[in-house]
């Protein structure tokens, strides 16, 4: 009896030890992620994140002010981790040091120059930027109107809108190709400083108010863009009109197209399913954070009026060298929004979109979004994207979308 109750008792040992749960390798809890942009003048690029370990995965949360964004594709090999971004092509190669400490380096496979940065994450630290508090802040709260790259033949408007709490801020621009999405940071002084991090976006945005009130900053994007923006206190400073800036050219009189969708099949405007049906096309890239937006409201849009004859294209241009590697990247889109409309293959560049539809007067925005009405006519093309960051606009961008599409829908 004792041999065989100690057979049975090690095989049980051997069962629960192969079952047991494996302890995350890192610390639960909060974490302070930084991407070196310069060392030599020591420009960083934080982000907070939480850590958390649960069914014996490691998942992350990564916070840019009201936006949280879910990371689940996590393996550790002996001391490294690896760690891919959701939909966007970029991913975090860490060696561990202990369970509080990771060091490597952040990669945005998208870019083939300038796309490898620096990466350094410590736990425990819940801090943003290393701010000093002071007794008495400059006001940045409300609406600015601001200029980038003054003086430049490249400069442009924007609207800047902050949101200012004691030493907390945050805030985002709008400009006439897409909003810069979530930032977060803090005022100190006459100083304040902003960052976003998604995977896609790595934006640090420096100001300083001026003895006149004006705000005198930086931007920097990644470690491949710099530039100066100015800003003035202003909350009737409007930008162009988004539904201007697009157009379809004199001598066509519609728009027509032959690509591969994901599947590899060709699909073409003028097909039987399109045929007296709404349609919206969507001019966008996997790798786009305003394109991100907008898919996952397109796909609401398209569910809420699919019945009464709303049909939506994806017509992505990607920065990819071929069909598979494309394919990999929309489908990461597509699926984390569950859009149940055609994506097709259109290019593998963005510059490609001015080729890939002549008869519009040129593409300057991802995303772009055409609306056809149900004798094939092109009703309005809207360039860019006011996403959720940008709060008042965002709501009533949507409202008007949505009218619109009703009024599509409705006529004969």
């Known amino acids: 009896m004792t041999k065989y109750f100690l057979f049975g008792f090690f095989i049980f040992i051997l069962f629960s030890c192969g079952n047991e749960k494996r302890p995350s390798p890192l610390k639960e809890g909060k974490w302070r992620g930084v991407l070196t942009l310069n060392d030599s003048t020591g420009l960083i690029l934080p982000f907070n994140f939480d850590l958390s370990f649960q069914n014996d995965s490691t998942a992350i949360t990564i916070h840019n002010a009201e936006e949280n964004i879910s990371v689940t594709e996590i393996s550790f090999d002996k001391d490294s981790v690896f760690i ?11 060696k561990l040091a202990g369970d509080s400490l990771m060091t490597g380096n952040w990669i945005n496979h998208s870019r083939k120059e300038k796309n490898i940065i620096p990466f350094a994450a410590i736990y425990g630290e819940t801090n943003r930027f290393d701010c000093p508090e002071f007794d008495e802040n400059f006001s940045f709260e409300g609406k ?17 809108v902050f ?9 985002t621009f709008l400009t006439e190709t897409g909003d810069y999405r979530y930032l977060e940071g803090c005022v100190f002084g006459k100083y304040m400083l902003l960052s976003c991090f998604d995977g896609s976006h790595a934006f640090v945005f420096h100001g300083e108010i001026m003895e ?6 930086e931007f920097y994007s990644g470690i491949h ?35 591969s969708s994901i599947e590899n099949k060709k699909v073409s405007l003028s097909d039987e399913k399109y045929k007296n049906k709404v349609v919206l096309l969507q001019i966008m890239g996997s790798w786009c954070p305003n ?29 990819a060298d071929e069909f598979e590697k494309a394919k990999r990247n929309v489908l990461r889109m597509k699926n984390k929004f569950n859009a149940d409309y055609e994506f097709l293959i259109t290019g593998f560049q963005p510059k490609d979109a001015d080729k890939a539809l002549p008869a519009l007067n040129h593409i300057m925005s991802f995303p772009t979004t055409i609306f056809i009405d149900k004798k094939g006519n092109v009703r309005k093309i809207h360039t860019g994207y006011s996403g959720p960051a940008t709060g008042a606009e965002y709501d009533k961008f949507t409202k008007e979308i949505n009218g619109f599409v009703e009024i599509l829908l409705g006529e004969k």
């Open 291 to 319: 394109c991100m937006d907008e898919t996952e409201f397109l796909s609401e849009l398209h569910k809420k009026y699919s019945s009464q004859g709303l049909e939506v294209i994806a017509l992505a241009f990607e920065k």
């Open 163 to 171: 949101k200012q709490s004691k030493h907390g801020a945050t805030g």
């Open 212 to 217: 006149d009130t004006t705000i005198w900053g």
């Open 84 to 94: 891919r971004m959701p939909i966007f092509d970029s991913e975090f190669r860490c």
């Open 225 to 259: 863009h710099h530039e100066t923006w100015l800003g003035w206190k202003n909350d009737e400073f409007k930008l162009r009109n988004a539904d201007s800036l697009t157009f379809v050219k004199q001598g066509f009189s519609k728009i027509d197209f032959t690509f």
């Open 144 to 160: 600015w109107k601001c200029l980038f790259s003054p003086n430049e033949p490249d400069s442009s408007f924007a609207i800047g």
